[in-house]
Every structure is written in C-alpha cells, then in structure tokens.
C-alpha cells in the first residue's frame, strides 16, 4: 500500500467547542488506483486531502505513506515528500501569470537540483503528455481554463510522483471541458499513475474506479466500481 492511515481524527478548537473534522478514520490506497473522495462542505474531504498531501497533521492517528510513518518525518523530510513524492492539481490552477507553460512546469525541479538542461527536457516531455506540445511558450493569460489545467497537470507529474492529488480539478472548468480533463486523468491513471480526485460531483467521481463518501468526518461508505 502507498497509502494506510489507521484511526485518523483532526478536532479544531473554536472558542469553547471541539470541531472533529475527522473521526476515526481507516482507509488504505494501493499503487495505481484511481479513487475519488466525495463529500459534501464540511464533510472532512478538504482536511482529508490536506492529510494525505502532507499539508496538515492529524491530531491522533497513523498515516503511513510508502511504508514511512509521516508523524517521524521532520519539516524538510515532509517538504521532500511533498515536492517528489505527490503531485497536486488544484482548482484555481495557481500558475504563475508571468511565466510561459513550460516555465511553470519546470518549477517543481528548479528545488531538487536538476539542470537547466534535464528541467526542459522533462517538462517539455510532460507538456506532450497532456497534449499542450504547441502551447509551451504561451503565457496562462493566453490559455483556456482548460489549457490552464493541463498545465498544472504537466507540473503535477512532471516529478513522477507515487500520487497525484486533485481538489475540485473541473471546479473552474465548463462541462464539456471538465469531461476532457478527466479523461486525460483516466488516461495517465492507465499508464501507471494513482490519482485521488476530491469532489462533491457525482459525474466526476463515475470517472473513477473507487468512491469514498465522507460524512462529519467519518466514511460512510467505500465502494469499488
């Protein structure tokens, strides 16, 4: 499993009051899955996905990511998992407005050593992944939303992570657009990627193969399609 969290609970202080966003969760993701965790606001997905990506820590409970235990990892050994381990696709895109598309793809290395040379050739490799070989050099301002997307997908798995982590990857997104993002998500999820897809759309999670229904921060239910 890359994935195996075991009695996961995240509880915020307001005021006086215990907010449980989590509660007691169990859940393991295998390599090359394709799942999607589905909720409503407030159900816990936003600070499951948080969890899993390494953004957040939980207040009791094991996380396990590759057989390490993330609750043993000091800040730059989460910040390595971060930047080589998950790939996030967001849905406001967060490209950097003054650089060109392969530019912001190259970004992610620029922190891990590669050359300028290896930085282009992979990102240029991952650009042709999502279809966007004749947009390279275009700035986001001259791109599409779904353009936008395909970019920041490039950038997501332009480190070959283990996951790939979208929030609301179609939120910005038309219909038909967000149909063909998540077609390239099925794609890329074929040639060997594990993708997680947080959503609270039951159009998008029938993409995927597996659907986790988060409610008051528990699962309600887990089911394989």
Known sequence: MIIELKGITKHYEIGTQTVKALDGIELSIAEHEFLSIMGQSGSGKSTLMNIVGCLDVPTD??????GT???DLDDNELALI??????????????????????????????????????????????EEVGLADRMDHNPNELSGGQKQRVAIARALVN?????????????LDSKTGEEIMDLFLKLQEQGNTFI???????????????????????LDDKSI
């Open 61 to 66: 409970g094991s996380y396990s990511f590759e």
């Open 69 to 71: 235990e993330v609750s």
């Open 82 to 127: 971060r930047g080589q381990k998950i790939g996030f696709v967001f849905q406001t895109f967060n490209l950097l407005p003054r650089m060109s598309a392969l530019k912001n793809v190259e970004l992610p290395m620029i922190y891990f050593g590669y050359s300028a040379k290896e930085r282009k050739r992979r990102a240029i490799k991952a650009l």
């Open 160 to 172: 070959e992570p283990s996951i790939i982590l979208a929030d609301e990857p179609t939120g910005n």
């Open 197 to 219: 897809i947080v959503t609270h759309e039951k159009h998008i999670s029938d993409y995927t193969k597996r659907v986790i229904l988060l409610k008051d921060g528990k699962i």
